[in-house]
């Protein structure tokens, strides 16, 4: 089972630009399909963006497109959300997720412990 680790989270004024990082252990995320999700308070988990598992395809939901990035470096075992242009509703828990069956948001089946994400406008 791969463990997740995210960093990377804070507050920041809005326009701006934050990086996330998710370090995983116990496995190689080669093996593996990474996603970010986020979570505002009653609300679900949703899926930010996601890349399969050689990285080389990914996908973004509409409300992020064109401001947010995921990439990965497998030689740190680290997933990368690079958000910019951040929006007052970025706001939330942002989480990092594994899958080793498919990058369809409910194919996710492992996560990070989640870091708090605070745009302020």
């Known amino acids: 089972q791969v463990q997740l680790v995210e960093s990377g989270g804070g507050l920041v004024q809005a326009g701006g630009s934050l990086r996330l990082s998710c370090a995983a252990s116990g496995r190689t995320i080669s093996n593996y399909a990474m996603g970010w999700f986020r979570q505002t308070p009653g609300k679900e988990r949703d899926i930010v963006a996601a890349d399969n598992y050689s990285g080389s395809n990914t996908w973004y939901t509409t409300s992020v497109l064109g401001r947010f990035t995921i990439s990965r470096d497998n030689a740190k075992n680290t997933v990368y959300l690079q958000m910019n242009s951040l929006k007052p509703e970025d706001t939330a828990v942002y989480y990092c997720?594994?899958?080793?069956?498919?990058?369809?948001?409910?194919?996710?089946?492992?996560w990070g412990q989640g870091t708090q994400v605070t745009v302020s406008s």
């Open positions: 997720a594994a899958s080793s069956r498919g990058w369809a948001a409910g194919d996710f089946h492992s």
